[in-house]
C-alpha cells in the first residue's frame, strides 16, 4: 500500500490530475516491486512499464500536443513518477528524458530537433541521457571544462571533455551534453547545449559499477575532439544559463517526486506491518514508540509534496525565478523525508527490514541518491541562505 498524497486533495488538484493519479498508481500497482527488482537483479531495464506509460501517453504529459505529448506541465509529469515510485517501480528515466531533455527541446530547439526527438520522447520508443557533472567540477557548473568550438572549414563543432554519473547512456539514443563555448564579443566561456547521437564516432562510455540496486546504470562519457553536426547546438548559442536551468529546474522538480514516491512506497510498507504484527496483545502499530516515528515521516512526506506542487506550479506558470528557488527547496525536503521515511520503516520491520522478502534494505542506498543527485544539500542549503535570505557567501 503506498499513502495518499497530500497534493491529491481536490481543492488542490482537479479532476483530471487526481484521474491521472489513479490511472498511473493502477498501472504502477499492476507491476509493483517485484517486478521492479526482478529486471533490476537480472541485469535487464523496465522496457515493459516503460513502453506501456508512453503508449499510455503518461511519459510525454509535459510535452507539447502538436509533438505527441499531453500539452500539460511539470505538475502533472511529477506525480507520473510520483505514483510510480508509490508502487515501488520509480523510472530514473523519466527525471532525465522528458523532465530535462524533452523540456529543453520544446523551449529552446529548432523545428528540426522538435520534430525529430520529441515524438519519440513523448511515446517512450526514444530516450535521451544528460550529462552536466564532470569529474573535477562536482556541484559547480561553473567549472564544467567540456568545451565545444567550431570547425571554420565545416561549421561543425568539435567536442572535448568528460562527464560523470551519466544516467541511462546505454539505452538512450543520444545524450544532451552541457559544454561550454567562447562568447566572440568577450572571449569568456558560456554555456551551450548539444545533442549527441550515441552512435557519433569518437563518443565513448564507461561503465562506472555502483552499489546501488537499479536498473539504470551509471557511465563515464569521454570526448576527445568529438565532430557534431552544425544543428547538434540546441537553441541560441547566446542564451546560456536560461536554457541549462530550464532544464535543472525540472531536474530538481522531478528528482523531489521520485523520493516522495519512495519514501511514500516504504512508510506504506511499514504501516502494513505495523497494523498486523503481533508481539504483545495489541498489533505493534498501537504502540507510540513505533506510531510515532511513521506519524512523523508521513508529516514529513505531506509537507515535502506541497512544497513539489508549488514549484511545479511555479514552472508551468512560466516563473523561473521563483520556480528555482521551490524547485530547490522541494528537492531538498523531499529527499530528508524519503531518507528518514526508509530508515523508520526498515526499523519498524526490525530484522525483517533488512530482509530480502520485504524488499525495504535495497531502498537504504536508493534514497541517499535524492540527498546527493542532482545537487547535494549543502549546495542546497547555500542556494537558499545566498538567494532567499540574502546572507553573504563563503565562497
Not at 48 to 71: K, T
Not at 87 to 99: D, N, R, Y
Not at 110 to 122: H, I
Not at 218 to 235: K, N, S, T
Request: proline share 4%; hydrophobic share 45%.
Amino acid at each position: 500500500m503506498a499513502t495518499t498524497p497530500v497534493s491529491a486533495h481536490p481543492l488542490l488538484e482537479t479532476d483530471e490530475q487526481r484521474a491521472l493519479r489513479a490511472a498511473v498508481a493502477a498501472l504502477g500497482n499492476r507491476y509493483g516491486r517485484d517486478y521492479f527488482e526482478r529486471v533490476t537483479r537480472e541485469g535487464e531495464h523496465t522496457d515493459e512499464l516503460w513502453s506501456e506509460a508512453g503508449a499510455l501517453g503518461y511519459l510525454g504529459v509535459n510535452l507539447p500536443e502538436q509533438y505527441g505529448g499531453g500539452g500539460r506541465g511539470m505538475v502533472e509529469l511529477s506525480l507520473v513518477l510520483e505514483e510510480l515510485g508509490a508502487a515501488g517501480c520509480p523510472l530514473l528515466m523519466l527525471i532525465v528524458s522528458p523532465a530535462i531533455c524533452g523540456t529543453v527541446i520544446a523551449r529552446f530547439g529548432t523545428d528540426e530537433q522538435r520534430e525529430r526527438w520529441l515524438p519519440g520522447l513523448a511515446d517512450g520508443s526514444r530516450k535521451m541521457a544528460f550529462g552536466i557533472t564532470e569529474p573535477d567540477a562536482g556541484s559547480n557548473a561553473h567549472r564544467i571544462t567540456t568545451t565545444a568550438r567550431r570547425d571554420p572549414g565545416t561549421g561543425e563543432w568539435l567536442l572535448t571533455g568528460r562527464k560523470v554519473f551519466v544516467s541511462g547512456v546505454d539505452i538512450a539514443d543520444a545524450t544532451l551534453i552541457v559544454g561550454r563555448t567562447e562568447d566572440a564579443r568577450t572571449g569568456k566561456l558560456k554555456a551551450c547545449l548539444f545533442v549527441v547521437d550515441r552512435d557519433t564516432p569518437g563518443f565513448q562510455y564507461r561503465h562506472i559499477p555502483m552499489e546501488l540496486a537499479a536498473p539504470e546504470k551509471q557511465f563515464e562519457l569521454v570526448m576527445d575532439e568529438v565532430r557534431l553536426p552544425a544543428d547538434a547546438l540546441v537553441g541560441d548559442k547566446d542564451a546560456g544559463l536560461l536554457q541549462l536551468f530550464a532544464g535543472l529546474n525540472p531536474e530538481r522538480i522531478m528528482t523531489a517526486a521520485f523520493a516522495l514516491g519512495m519514501g511514500r512506497y516504504a512508510l506504506g510498507r511499514a504501516v502494513e506491518y505495523a497494523r498486523v504484527r503481533t508481539v504483545w496483545k495489541e498489533p505493534i502499530g498501537a504502540h507510540q514508540a513505533v506510531a510515532h516515528p511513521l506519524a512523523q515521516a508521513h508529516i514529513e512526506l505531506e509537507s515535502a509534496g506541497l512544497l513539489t506542487l508549488k514549484a511545479a506550479l511555479l514552472y508551468d506558470a512560466g516563473d523561473d525565478a521563483g520556480a528555482g528557488e521551490a524547485a530547490n527547496m522541494a528537492k531538498y525536503a523531499a529527499a530528508e523525508a524519503n531518507v528518514n521515511a526508509v530508515d523508520r520503516a526498515v526499523h519498524t520491520l526490525g530484522g525483517n527490514g533488512l530482509a530480502t522478502e520485504y524488499g525495504l534494505a535495497t531502498l537504504l542506498n536508493a534514497a541517499r541518491v535524492a540527498r546527493i543527485a542532482p545537487v547535494s544539500r549543502e549546495m542546497i542549503l547555500n542556494h537558499v541562505s545566498h538567494q532567499s535570505l540574502g546572507l553573504p557567501k563563503s565562497y
